[in-house]
């Protein structure tokens, strides 16, 4: 069954230092997405990305986030310079976005640590 | 803006027995998609079942079932024969249907612990 992939599974990183999250779609996906879930919190929106470009963003989505699909399969969420309350856990999602289609479906999730 | 209240954060339940998860949400657009998730201790978010707004009759999925009552804007969960394996954190999710905003949200979800 095709599913939405992320790596790294677990990521560290200094405060300050840029990071570089990714995530694999589902290949006949159009709608992409990234949500975070501070530990303990509820699932909060970030950004959705349709025809190569953002559809939507959030108040937490600010000038220090971006997002990328570089080629046909690689979906990123960029953080350039991390601070301690960027520490979470990240989910990727896609959605096909036809006629009929409901649901998105979730990556595994990448944990990101901010020290 | 659309908002899900999840007014349970803890329930439990013992093996074999039913429980129901309750949420409610608030919006003023007619057609939406209601979700629930299920997120094990792994931390990864696995759709449960989903209803389409404008379809009268409840989803089903096997053991997992939902109460929607559209004009009470409620939408509970119900889990037969619950299994050990069903213990995680179950979250209610919107999204709008039509045109405006397609992102999920969510609410802040209820732990689930099936006793043997």
């Known amino acids: 069954e095709p599913e939405v992939t992320q790596t790294p599974s677990h990521q560290v990183t200094q405060m300050g230092q840029e990071v570089i999250l990714r995530c694999v779609p589902i290949?006949?996906?159009?709608?992409f997405y990234w949500y975070r879930q501070i530990l303990g919190q509820k699932v909060e929106f970030l950004v959705s990305?349709?025809?190569?470009?953002?559809?939507?963003k959030s108040e937490i989505f600010d000038d220090q986030f971006s997002v990328e699909r570089p080629d046909g399969s690689n979906f990123t969420l960029k953080i350039r310079s991390t601070k301690l309350e960027d520490s979470a856990m990240y989910f990727c999602?896609?959605?096909?976005?036809?006629?009929?289609?409901?649901?998105?479906?979730f990556g595994q999730g990448t944990r990101l640590t901010v020290v | 803006a659309q908002t899900v209240t999840q007014s349970q954060p803890e329930m439990s339940v013992q093996e074999a027995e039913t429980v129901t998860l309750s949420c409610t949400y608030d919006t003023s657009e007619s057609d939406y998609y209601l979700f629930w998730y299920k997120q094990p201790p792994s931390r990864q978010m696995i759709l449960v079942i989903r209803?389409?707004?404008?379809?009268?009759q409840n989803a089903t999925e096997n053991r997992f079932s939902v109460n929607f009552q559209k004009a009470a804007k409620s939408f509970s969960l119900k889990i037969s024969d619950s299994q050990l394996g069903d213990a995680a954190m179950y979250f209610c999710?919107?999204?709008?249907?039509?045109?405006?905003?397609?992102?999920?949200?969510f609410g802040k979800g209820t732990k689930l612990t099936v006793n043997p």
């Open positions: 209803q389409e707004a404008y379809k009268q």
């Open positions: 999710a919107y999204r709008n249907s039509l045109g405006g905003s397609e992102k999920l949200v």
């Open positions: 990305f349709y025809n190569n470009e953002i559809s939507e």
């Open positions: 290949s006949n996906h159009l709608y």
């Open positions: 999602a896609s959605r096909q976005g036809r006629q009929g289609d409901t649901e998105a479906f």
